[in-house]
């Protein structure tokens, strides 16, 4: 039984441009949630997709968005990307609602903005 | 605003007992509690999860006061290889999920 799957585990790209990372959720499970992780830092919730809509958003600007497809896989978009944004992109998928389920996270994407 | 802390760190020895307490204020009566695990470059790792009383697996037990305001992790017997950052997260209202800042646990022979 495959865990949470992260896609690329590594990427590098300018300031500037638009990147994609994928994720698919442990089996049996419908919600994915992504977070990113600063170096040195905690992770930081970004958003949540149940049913393909965006249920949560934590505080990130619009560069960031997401999308979750009918097999509950899910994609986390990031526009117009700053240096800031490097940092380490978590997947973390569970079933809906959380609460009493265990949530798993993938090993994440690490991205590098120059 | 509902928040999670934790120590930033600690230090301990091989064969110890480590406990890391985590205050969580306006928990509420059905929000959950769990650790995770993460060492460098890597996703956390689910350790243990409680909602009230004490809960034990075959790596750590977590005890939750009558109150519900804090939790305590606690690692038997650690070894240098339980070297790492420890995350408690508060699922509040069954899917806000908030962490804490973290505690690096450094573990020495």
């Known amino acids: 039984d495959a865990g949470v799957t992260q896609s690329p585990t590594h990427l590098i790209k300018t300031r500037g441009q638009q990147v994609t990372l994928r994720c698919s959720p442990k089996s049996g499970h419908d919600t994915v949630s992504w977070y990113q992780q600063a170096l040195g830092q905690g992770p930081q919730f970004i958003f949540q997709?149940?049913?393909?809509?965006?249920?949560q958003r934590g505080n990130f600007p619009d560069r960031f968005s997401g999308h979750q497809f009918p097999n509950y896989s899910s994609e986390l978009n990031v526009n117009a990307l700053l240096l800031g944004d490097s940092a380490l992109y978590l997947c973390a998928s569970s079933s809906y609602p959380q609460g009493g389920n265990t949530i798993y996270f993938g090993e994440g994407s690490w991205l590098t903005v120059v | 605003l509902a928040k999670t802390t934790q120590p930033i760190s600690m230090d301990s020895y091989e064969g110890q007992e480590v406990n890391i307490t985590c205050s969580h204020n306006n928990i509420a009566t059905n929000d959950y509690i769990t650790w995770y695990q993460q060492f460098p470059s890597q996703g956390p790792r689910f350790i243990i999860q409680g909602y009230k009383t004490k809960v034990t697996n075959e790596v750590a037990s977590l005890f939750i006061p009558a109150d519900r305001k804090s939790s305590t992790l606690s690692l038997p017997r650690v070894s240098l290889s339980d070297t790492a950052v420890y995350y408690c997260l508060v699922l509040y209202n069954n899917n806000d999920m908030r962490f804490g800042a973290g505690t690096r646990l450094t573990v020495k022979p």
């Open positions: 997709y149940y049913e393909e809509e965006e249920r």
